[in-house]
């Protein structure tokens, strides 16, 4: 079974897939994303790999025979990709160069615009699970990219949050939070010529932290040459200020926010001059040892509840980039 299921309540689409519920377990002494498995090129730096068990298909089969006047179906409409970060089966963002990181944003940007060129496809989500206790089950390094045929609900808030701060201000809602943060030089953790990272004044996570373009792009097609450097660059460095908090594989889901692409919708008209490009990090961690659940207020509700200061939360991820980038220097 694959389709899309209507909830009413909220007023969004749940992928009901029932067929990656039979996923094998890989064989501890075998990896289809490494050279020589036969899956992949015997020689890449970066590779795109279509998902052995996609959620959505661009050929989806028909709903079945379940939907009533009020309960609506639709087609799993869309695309899955795996995005191979590196050959390297231990291998981690941290660990690769400039050069290497241009090419995996490239990488990033040739999948989008061919996703792109569906013209069911609504929105393309960039992202990557990292670390078991985020359900990984593959450890090669690697993300993975959806294309929806509907607007995510959280991008429609945001979208609809933009909107209106646009309509009535007159400026892009992400534009105002950089200065906001730049003012108040509490939270930032670091930057580049091109990109800035923070924890957010209203973070639910304890490391949380958004990765946000300075310029006002939409996507990250629409970045040039050096943007598309700066990236790669403080994406990197982001990851590996992470693994320097308390010395371990740090547990991670990277979310990329682009703008949608194919809009059909009149609400969302010229949405290039109020919605902005950024990542949010979703660190599951609150300390080494204490992991930071999203429990019933949380899940339940929405209600998000933060028990860390992120001031001080900040404080402590630049000490821990400070770090990374000492032991990066001295190799």
Not at 127 to 145: K, L, Y
Not at 155 to 165: G, M, P, R, S, Y
């Amino acid at each position: 079974m694959a389709e899309l299921r209507w909830n009413p309540m909220i007023k969004d689409w749940v992928m009901i897939a029932s067929n990656r519920q039979n996923r094998p377990n890989m064989p501890k002494d075998w990896c289809p994303f490494c050279p020589g498995s036969g899956k992949v090129p015997d020689n890449y730096d970066v590779h795109a790999y279509n998902n052995d068990f996609p959620a959505l298909t661009q050929n989806p089969p028909e709903p079945d025979d379940v939907a009533t006047e009020f309960y609506k179906v639709k087609p799993s409409h869309g695309k899955c990709e795996v995005i191979l970060f590196s050959p390297d089966h231990h291998g981690t963002l941290k660990e690769l160069s400039d050069e290497h990181m241009k090419k995996l944003v490239d990488l990033w940007c040739t999948r989008f615009e061919a996703m792109k060129e569906d013209p069911k496809i609504k929105y393309i989500f960039i992202f990557e699970n990292r670390g078991e206790v985020v359900g990984v089950s593959m450890p090669h390094p690697h993300g993975q990219m959806y294309g929806y045929s509907v607007v995510p609900k959280k991008i429609e808030l945001e979208l609809d949050a933009a909107k209106e701060h646009f309509d009535e201000h007159g400026e892009c809602i992400f534009c105002r939070m950089n200065k906001e943060e730049q003012d108040a030089n509490l939270r930032i953790i670091h930057e580049n010529d091109d990109f800035i990272a923070y924890i957010p004044f209203f973070a639910d996570y304890a490391y949380g932290v958004y990765i946000v373009a300075k310029s006002h792009k939409a996507t990250i097609a629409d970045f040039t040459e050096s943007e598309k450097q700066n990236l790669g660059n403080i994406l990197r460095d982001i990851t590996g200020m992470y693994d320097n908090l308390f010395d371990m594989n740090f547990p991670y889901m990277m979310c990329m926010h682009n703008a949608p692409v194919n809009n059909e919708e009149e609400k969302y008209t010229n949405l290039e001059d109020f919605y902005h490009f950024h990542i949010e990090m979703y660190p599951p961690m609150r300390a080494a040892d204490k992991q930071q659940f999203q429990a019933s207020s949380e899940t339940g509700v929405w209600a998000h509840c933060n028990p860390t200061a992120p001031e001080e939360k900040a404080a402590e991820m630049r000490e821990a980039l400070k770090r990374y980038l000492d032991k990066k220097a001295a190799k």
